[in-house]
């Protein structure tokens, strides 16, 4: 990752010919159609460009406020509407529309987040006096095809996909960033996709000379945040002091949760006893209206009522007193 996000090599050219017109698309939807917009593509890296490029290009929009949530939470959002909503009445909030619009950002919209898009698009119905949209980044095979569908259906909701990068503008892209010395960062988002071989070739380098950053992993805060915080006179092991160190082999001693264990043996004896009597009742009743019916459990029972007690007294037997 560069020092400063601003000047990251994606910005400075995106990799699809029609990309820009996408992105123009998406903010007129943003700003001027007042609609929620879900940007999906089939690429990773090109999911990452198109958002570095469309989130600094509203940064410098005037009465525009961003929220990004790189992990969105139902608590964080609607923790966020009551801080917009705070200076609005009810009645203001339902039917009027603040000067100022508030755009939550989701750069990395997984599979698992539909419940907080579902809790974004609720508030922004129910108080469209906020003037909260929703912008969200996705690859298209993190989500089900119908899914996708029936929520661009929705007149607030517009879905935008990116166009597919074929061999001509993908090899335009990287030779384009390559002029410009920017293939380097460019390789560590393209490491699970089919053109990592095609860019590892034109950068001349092998996989061992590949940063780990990735533009996905960009983060505001990293841009103003100082290159190294921890003192230098302490070791590096004290930076991860909150691990639970690692005990030598055979150090560890079984241990037993008495407290846990003796309500549960008798819990168990108690249902025992319980059943057993209640059956020994049964029996007796059953045996003086037909003798025949006892003789016979005593002779089955017996034995099993012998090897049970065995049992119990070993069970006792164990437990420390």
């Not at 090599?9 to 010919?17: A, E, I, Q, R, V």
């Not at 996408?22 to 990452?48: K, P, Q, W, Y």
């Not at 061992?208 to 915080?229: G, L, M, R, W």
């Amino acid at each position: 990752m560069t020092s400063d996000p601003t000047n990251a090599p994606m910005l400075d050219s995106l990799p699809h010919p029609d990309d820009e017109s996408v992105l123009s698309n998406a903010r007129d939807a943003l700003l001027t159609g007042m609609c929620n917009v879900f940007i999906v593509g089939e690429e990773e890296f090109h999911i990452d460009a198109c958002f570095l490029a469309l989130y600094h290009q509203l940064k410098r929009e005037p009465g525009l406020h961003l929220h990004r949530m790189m992990s969105p939470k139902v608590d964080d959002i609607v923790e966020l509407f009551n801080t917009v909503l705070a200076d609005l009445s009810i009645e203001e909030a339902r039917n009027q529309q603040a000067n100022d619009r508030h755009i939550i950002v989701m750069p990395d919209f997984g599979p698992n987040a539909g419940k907080e898009w579902m809790a974004c698009e609720s508030l922004v119905n129910t108080f469209p006096g906020a003037n909260v949209g929703m912008l969200a980044f996705s690859t298209i095979d993190n989500h089900d095809a119908s899914a996708l569908q029936q929520l661009s259906l929705k007149s607030r909701n517009k879905l935008i996909r990116l166009s597919h990068m074929d061999s001509a503008s993908m090899e335009h892209f990287l030779n384009n960033c390559h002029e410009r010395g920017a293939l380097l960062e460019m390789l560590p988002s393209l490491v699970d996709s089919q053109w990592y071989g095609l860019a590892s070739g034109i950068a001349g380098l092998s996989a061992d000379d590949v940063p780990t950053y990735s533009v996905s992993d960009y983060d505001e805060s990293k841009s103003a945040a100082p290159a190294s915080t921890q003192s230098p006179d302490l070791p590096e092991t004290e930076a991860s002091s909150d691990e639970p160190e690692e005990e030598p082999a055979g150090a560890r001693k079984p241990w037993i949760n008495w407290a846990a264990f003796l309500p549960r043996v008798t819990s168990l004896v108690s249902a025992s006893l319980i059943v057993l009597c209640a059956a020994a009742l049964f029996l007796a009743v059953a045996g003086a209206l037909h003798p025949p019916i006892w003789e016979a459990t005593q002779f089955i029972v017996r034995p099993v009522w012998d090897q049970l007690m065995v049992w119990l007294e070993q069970l006792l037997a164990k437990i420390p007193r």
